[in-house]
């Protein structure tokens, strides 16, 4: 949030995954919870809504670890 609200020229990439447990749609739906949550607390925060992007992934299927897979990754993006 600090370096959101310090840098007005810098948005964020969330991408939610999950593990491979359970359904695809259930695990979709997962992921689309842990990144829309992540969002809510950045726009409460102070952060436009317009600066932050999403996306939801499902499962992971690279992480071969069940507790590793279950994340929100965050990335800044720097506007030229």
Do not use: C, M, W
Not at 14 to 29: D, H, L, M, R
């Amino acid at each position: 949030v600090k370096i959101l609200l310090a840098n007005p020229t810098v948005d964020i990439y969330i991408k939610g995954f999950t593990s491979n447990k359970g359904k695809p749609i259930y695990n979709e739906n997962i992921s689309l919870q842990r990144t829309e949550a992540v969002k809510k607390l950045l726009v409460s925060k102070g952060i436009h809504p317009t600066r932050i992007l999403t996306q939801y992934h499902g499962i992971d299927y690279i992480s071969t670890s069940e507790s590793l897979a279950r994340r929100v990754d965050i990335e800044l993006l720097i506007k030229n």
